[in-house]
């Protein structure tokens, strides 16, 4: 979960952010390719959205992230980054 959303993958290849923002796009593609994925997972860092697809295979960059600004509460365990829209992979 990043800041108001979500990135899902599945099997088909397919990345996708889900918006829970009462405004803009509910779902937004972010990635396709031809091969299934195992793991989906940011950096450490979490400036970065990788898919891998077998596992001990490198990884594939999606989308560069940004922490968002809003002020959070450290109990809820969220990390808050949202995509930068102008730079999908």
């Given amino acids: 979960r990043f800041g108001d959303g979500?990135?899902?993958?599945?099997?088909?290849?397919l990345v996708a952010w889900f918006n829970v923002e009462e405004e803009g796009l509910p779902v937004d593609?972010?990635?396709h390719q031809t091969t299934s994925i195992r793991r989906l997972e940011h950096t450490r860092d979490g400036?970065?959205?990788?898919?891998?697809s077998e596992?001990?295979?490198p990884a594939t960059?999606?989308?560069?992230?940004q922490?968002?600004?809003t002020e959070t509460s450290?109990?809820?365990?969220?990390?808050?980054?949202?995509?930068?829209?102008?730079q999908h992979m």
Avoid at 47 to 52: D, E
Avoid at 61 to 65: H, T, W, Y
Avoid at 74 to 86: E, I, K, N, R, Y
């Fill in 6 to 13: 979500l990135f899902l993958g599945s099997q088909s290849g």
């Fill in 29 to 31: 593609l972010f990635h």
């Fill in 47 to 52: 400036a970065r959205l990788l898919v891998c």
């Fill in 55 to 57: 596992w001990g295979e």
């Fill in 61 to 65: 960059l999606v989308a560069n992230l």
């Fill in 67 to 69: 922490e968002t600004s």
């Fill in 74 to 86: 450290s109990s809820s365990g969220l990390t808050h980054w949202q995509a930068v829209t102008d």
